[in-house]
């Protein structure tokens, strides 16, 4: 008994599972991080040209 106890606490199979998920989960967060800003900088570019647009007369 004391031997299936000492072998499941050196057992560190599931800590490379439970590190891999968090490196997926950080690099899923740094992605929507980035998602998001270039997002807010897309919508800016287009109401500056709606703005040009309408501000602009026809020929």
């Given amino acids: 008994m004391t031997k299936f106890i000492t072998n499941f606490l050196k057992d560190e199979e ?3 599972a439970i590190e891999y998920g968090l ?3 950080l690099i899923a967060v ?5 998602v998001g800003d270039i997002g ?3 919508k800016a570019v287009f109401e500056y040209i709606d703005e040009q647009l309408t501000g ?3 020929a």
Avoid: N, S
């Avoid at 740094?30 to 980035?34: K, L, M, R």
């Fill in 14 to 16: 599931g800590a490379t």
């Fill in 56 to 58: 602009a007369v026809p």
């Fill in 23 to 25: 490196i997926a989960g």
């Fill in 40 to 42: 807010d900088k897309l």
């Fill in 30 to 34: 740094a992605i929507i991080v980035a």
